[in-house]
């Protein structure tokens, strides 16, 4: 097919080359000149495993290309997916869905023949309906134009193989001709058994919010239980094997740590949250609350737990936070816990260096107050205190024998609990960890 995804972010440029990988001939539109040339050439402006050798063999082939031309994309395309941002309104609750209904007030005028608008930016409930009588209003076209909400659940870091390979699709669809469009579009992907759930817009419109909502709730629930671990001795890590046997409840997302955060799943909570609220269901938006008022309190936790762990004032203190994006796999730092718990130290005087493998740039250009380093090495010199912020794999690898000479203290604050405590405290240092004992050498001497 012929496909068009607007908005190049880190939505549309993993979709982009997933369609042209599925077979269809693509173009992506984004306002952004420097972007568009940047991936014209095959380069990818965000990290991605994967992305990058996507890019490279379809931008090559000339199945896909982008564009800064949405009537080019009307011209050539029978499906339009749109990835725009929804970024979180003035008010901190609701969606700002104005690149949404910006995109479309653009693109309509140029629709001259039947073809199918999927969404996939996470809206507020009832977007779809409005979207329709925008574009019926609109196109040369009329009503041959049909409007699909087709929510995406990529995990950032995991975006092409959750594309390819997803475990389900959501088609919000008003007519079985928009039915066998996704049917069509995504045909290779349904056909190898990943189900297809077709319901009305409404319905997918809040699947993607409630499905989000829970994993913030699952996330500040396991936190939650944590901090109870902290107060009793107890070992978070014992529950949570324990707790995730049954299938009610599983082991996935019950990684206790310092929070949520990214793009999407903070704001989808608050929106959600919200509708909550604006539907009158007044029961389901204090429980919501509450799952939110743990995860903003995580960076104050981390700060005093760092705080505890240091054999000197956390001021002048020197702090090495291993991790600037918001989790592994991905060069995203918005609302990245580990940046938020390292400006923290900033503003109450600690000298904090902050190394990632991948997101140092979009870190600094965010947080110019913080000191970066490239190597982890370079991060840890005399450092008092060294935190492991995201859980990066090379992180896991480090061998604690490897900084014994570097650090001024052995004092490690682990907020992912990914590192293997014993190995460390064999080596001389002291161990923290979110929910569990700590651990102290016998002999402390250097």
Request: aromatic share 6%; net charge negative.
């Amino acid at each position: 097919m012929r496909v068009s995804v607007i908005g190049c972010g880190h939505l549309g440029i993993p979709h982009a080359a997933a369609m042209a990988q599925l077979g269809h001939q693509v173009i992506g539109v984004d306002t952004d000149s420097s972007k568009i040339s940047a991936l014209n050439s095959g380069k990818a402006p965000i990290y991605e495993a994967g992305l990058s050798e996507l890019l490279a063999k379809h931008t090559a082939s000339g199945e896909l290309k982008f564009t800064l031309s949405l009537k080019m994309a009307a011209e050539f395309a029978d499906v339009h997916f749109l990835a725009v941002g929804t970024p979180i309104d003035s008010d901190g609750r609701s969606y700002d869905t104005g690149q949404v209904f910006g995109a479309v007030r653009e693109l309509a005028p140029y629709l001259t023949r039947p073809c199918t608008i999927m969404g996939k930016s996470t809206v507020t409930v009832g977007t779809t309906k409005r979207l329709t009588e925008l574009v019926h209003r609109l196109a040369p076209v009329g009503d041959a134009v049909d409007v699909v909400w087709n929510p995406e659940f990529l995990r950032e870091g995991h975006a092409i193989d959750d594309t390819l390979r997803p475990d389900r699709i959501i088609a919000g669809v008003t007519s079985e001709r928009a039915e066998r469009t996704v049917r069509e579009v995504y045909g290779p992907i349904i056909d190898s058994g990943v189900p297809l759930f077709v319901m009305t817009p409404e319905t997918a419109e809040l699947t993607k919010g409630a499905a989000n909502t829970f994993l913030g709730m699952k996330i500040s629930y396991i936190n939650a239980v944590a901090d109870m671990c902290d107060a009793a001795g107890a070992d978070v890590a014992q529950l949570v094997e324990a707790l995730g046997i049954d299938p009610r409840i599983g082991h996935g997302g019950m990684r206790p740590g310092i929070g949520y955060g990214g793009g999407c799943l903070p704001k989808d909570v608050r929106a959600f949250t919200a509708s909550a609220g604006q539907l009158g269901v007044d029961h389901a938006e204090a429980l919501l609350l509450a799952a939110e008022a743990v995860n903003d309190r995580r960076p104050e936790y981390a700060v005093q737990l760092i705080d505890a762990a240091l054999d000197r004032d956390l001021s002048g203190a020197r702090v090495a936070m291993l991790g600037a994006a918001f989790k592994a796999g991905t060069n995203d730092v918005r609302e990245s816990p580990a940046l938020a718990v390292a400006g923290r130290l900033h503003q109450r005087g600690a000298r904090v260096t902050v190394h990632d493998p991948v997101a140092v740039p979009s870190a600094a250009r965010r947080h110019p107050e913080l000191e970066y380093a490239n190597d982890v090495t370079d991060a840890v010199i005399d450092a008092d205190v060294v935190v492991v912020g995201t859980e990066w794999p090379q992180y896991q690898e480090i061998r604690p024998e490897d900084l014994n000479g570097l650090v001024a203290t052995r004092t490690l604050v682990d907020f992912r609990n990914i590192v293997d405590s014993d190995q460390w405290t064999e080596a001389g240092w002291t161990v923290h960890c979110v929910g569990r004992p700590s651990t102290a050498p016998a002999d402390r001497s250097s």
